[in-house]
């Protein structure tokens, strides 16, 4: 058979569409959001390359529109879960051994797909399903995915090209393995890319993968399925079940064949799953892989001599874009004394002209948060506040779910600066700000690193480099990615590997080499050319 060293082509970001009035991008995506309303389907789950229903249908609707029915997704049982997992076992040998140049030319075109004759229509069934507008939907079910699938594989060569030094007569070799077993990915209902990324990470890399979405990302997820199949991933290698978290922890985490979680979601749940794991642990064949993504409690601190004007984009953007459903998105701010009137005056402006609304009108900047149980959450906070005299709500503080689950973009000024609200992971358009003494810049900051058990992002905005040098060193803990005179969100694969540590995750950076270094074991191969015939060494030679 011929052989090659083969050069993947150099991956590069895929390019942001505008969705300008009159660009041709946003005509066919208002055309397909048109016609993916017009119509209900049935989503089966996808278990061994078959389509497998199981009769008890869960409803799909958008966020902003919940009373209309984009269709249905058959709900999985544990069987479905035993079945997935006996289905990633049979494929997986023929996976593991299929060169390592078709699995990167499958995932390429999976890239290629999305980039051109799918784009549309999966930034469409994430605007409809998760209540993206279609600046955010590009940014995520279009670029971010295709950027994850083209980079990882190049990261993928970069990681089998790493090889040991060899000695006269010796020649050593790294073989990267899959992982003995297979992989959970549990993935969350905020990013296309995110869902999309997890289970495909560790394909790439060999292995066979059991996928559970989040109930509210199953429209678009079905789509993510639709490119894998047409992409050529082979029956059984990825499988989409919809389980309840419970019942597929108790068949997948009592498997002996469980071999790793790929993870993002909640603290709470991830802790849950690290206990269990380690519970079972005694059943494995091997240690499993933990990686995981979770919360944050993300930060924007400023200076006393930052720019005001970039102060209050970075805040209206970072807390408010996609309703502040970003594990990275600012919800809590600290802004110094000088500067807190000027900073109010334009975060206020910006407010002003932010309309609210569905997906499908394209001037709507705020959209729905994503179902009534974070609906009613984030109403109980708002109404805890209203209610409290150290608090004061200075914009929004609305919300209605008559239609859809709308929440203003609300601000809380606090007194004090471990009311509860900024302390605890919200997950929507509430950002809580503390206005702070601006000569106490030095205790600010030790408050910023010790209010939180979340460390996932945070932004220091500062004209003042001696400060922001401070800062840098200071809370060099409390994030994982971390700005410098920009809002605290919008990662890009290859330029801002993603993740944090403390209660934020195991900060296996999404979109670099060292994740996907998780997803496979070495085995180190040492070959003697001419090996020694006599086991007497010369020390043992008589003086």
């Known amino acids: 058979m011929p052989k090659g060293i083969y050069k993947v082509p150099v991956a590069v970001n895929e390019p942001i569409k505008s969705y300008a009035a009159g660009s041709a991008e946003r005509k066919e995506l208002q055309a397909m959001l048109k016609e993916l309303r017009s119509k209900e389907i049935e989503i089966p789950m996808y278990i061994g390359g078959k389509e497998v229903t199981s009769g008890n249908k869960s409803r799909l609707a958008p966020p902003h529109d919940h009373k209309h029915t984009l269709g249905f997704f058959h709900k999985s049982d ?70 994850f699938l083209r980079f990882n594989v190049q990261y993928m060569t970069e990681i089998y090209a790493e090889q040991p030094i060899s000695s006269p007569g010796v020649w050593n070799r790294l073989e990267w393995r899959p992982l003995e077993g297979f992989v959970y990915a549990l993935t969350p209902f905020n990013f296309t890319a995110i869902a999309g990324n997890l289970p495909s990470s560790c394909a790439l890399m060999g292995n066979v993968v059991v996928w559970k979405p989040s109930n509210t990302q199953v429209y678009s997820a079905n789509v993510l399925m639709e490119v894998f199949k047409k992409a050529g991933v082979p029956d059984g290698v990825i499988n989409l079940i919809y389980p309840s978290g419970p019942d597929a922890a108790e068949v997948i985490f009592n498997h002996r064949d469980f071999a790793g979680i790929h993870f993002t979601g909640s603290t709470e749940v991830f802790q849950n799953i690290w206990q269990t794991i380690g519970n079972n642990i005694h059943k494995y064949k091997s240690y499993p892989r933990i990686v995981g993504e979770t919360g944050g409690k993300d930060f924007i601190m400023a200076h006393p001599s930052a720019d005001t004007k970039a102060l209050s984009v970075a805040i209206s953007r970072g807390a408010f874009e996609y309703q502040g459903q970003k594990c990275s998105a600012a919800s809590r701010a600290y802004v110094p004394s000088n500067i807190w009137e000027e900073t109010k005056g334009y975060i206020l402006a910006d407010l002003k002209t932010m309309k609210m609304g569905g997906t499908e009108d394209f001037t709507n900047f705020i959209n729905a948060v994503i179902d009534e149980k974070s609906f009613d959450k984030l ?19 609305n919300y209605d779910k008559s239609k859809g689950y709308f929440i203003e973009p609300t601000i809380i000024v606090a007194k004090d600066p471990k009311y509860v609200t900024m302390c605890e992971e919200l997950f929507g358009p509430v950002l809580t700000l503390f206005v702070y003494d601006e000569n106490k810049f030095e205790e600010t900051l030790e408050l910023v690193d010790t209010t939180s058990i979340y460390a996932l992002t945070g932004a220091i905005i500062c004209q003042d480099r001696y400060a922001i040098e401070l800062a840098t060193k200071k809370l060099s803990n409390a994030a994982g990615n971390f700005y410098i005179n920009d809002k605290c969100t919008g990662a890009v694969v290859g330029q801002q590997p993603f993740g944090g540590a403390r209660g934020s995750g195991t900060n296996d950076k999404a979109g670099a080499k060292i994740n996907l270094l998780r997803w496979v074991s070495p085995r180190t191969i040492k070959e003697t050319f001419v090996p020694p015939v006599d086991y007497k060494y010369p020390f043992l030679q008589a003086d």
């Open 379 to 397: 109403a109980k906070y708002i109404d805890e506040a209203k209610k409290d005299k150290n608090v004061e709500i200075i914009a929004g503080g």
């Open 78 to 147: 544990k069987t479905h879960v035993t079945q997935a997992i006996d289905a990633a076992l049979a494929a997986k040998p023929k996976w593991q051994a299929l060169s390592w140049e078709h699995r990167a030319s499958i995932f390429l075109k999976a890239a290629d797909l999305i980039a051109g004759p799918y784009r549309a229509k999966l930034n469409a069934a994430t605007m409809l399903g998760q209540s993206k507008n279609a600046f955010q939907a590009e940014i995520d079910s279009a670029c971010e995915i295709i950027d």
